[in-house]
């Protein structure tokens, strides 16, 4: 399933300007209308789960940013790992105490795609969003509580095909939200993949 493209006009009452877009564009981070961090994911994609997500969630996101402070307000617990160590330092001084960054080396390819199962805990939500979404995949099954779901940034990247394809056949359904996200100027898709028993609610 494919949901919503966003306003390409631009108007004070526009979805470009409500969302945050023109902000966001403005000063190259991804924020909302007021300044506040939000995912880098579609504005349908936060829109849908802003309402959905509960305050005792447990998330577990690759690669961290303003989606890790966005989490932090709303979950219980958010775990990242960030394999960029100026971003890391950067991003660790602004973290609330429910809120932990795992600074993996980039040439640490196991230790970063595996940090999520190494971490012990299980999660109700996992964001594929940062180096090796493929190779990070299998991972994520394997840490995912039985309601839990996976928000895959950019899946229908031909790069990502690999790592669609091994969800679809661990009988996850998928559900694309497709418009402008932050910063960008062309279309994107954040997806969101479920089983038939979920935590949003699908």
């Known amino acids: 399933r494919r949901v919503g493209a966003m306003s390409t006009c631009i108007r004070k009452n526009s979805a470009m300007h409500q969302g945050g877009w023109l902000r966001s564009s403005k000063e190259a981070q991804s924020i909302d209308r007021e300044g506040k961090p939000i995912p880098w994911f579609t504005y349908a994609a936060i829109y849908f789960l802003k309402d959905r997500v509960k305050k005792d969630f447990v998330v577990f996101e690759y690669g961290s940013g303003n989606s890790t402070l966005w989490w932090a307000k709303r979950v219980k617990k958010i775990t990242a790992v960030e394999d ?13 105490s429910n809120a932990e960054v795992i600074y993996k080396d980039i040439k640490d390819k196991k230790g970063y795609t595996e940090s999520v199962v190494k971490s012990k805990l299980m999660y109700d939500i996992i964001v594929i969003d940062g180096s090796w979404r493929n190779e990070s995949t299998e991972f994520t099954v394997k840490s995912l509580k039985r309601n839990g779901v996976i928000i895959f940034d950019n899946a229908d990247r031909k790069e990502h095909k690999k790592g669609v394809e091994f969800l679809l056949k661990k009988n996850f359904r998928r559900l694309d939200f497709f418009g402008l996200a932050g910063i960008d100027n062309a279309n994107n898709v954040t997806t969101i993949f479920y089983r038939e028993s979920n935590c949003l609610y699908l």
């Open 84 to 96: 960029d160590e100026r971003w890391y330092k950067k991003i660790t001084i602004k973290l609330p």
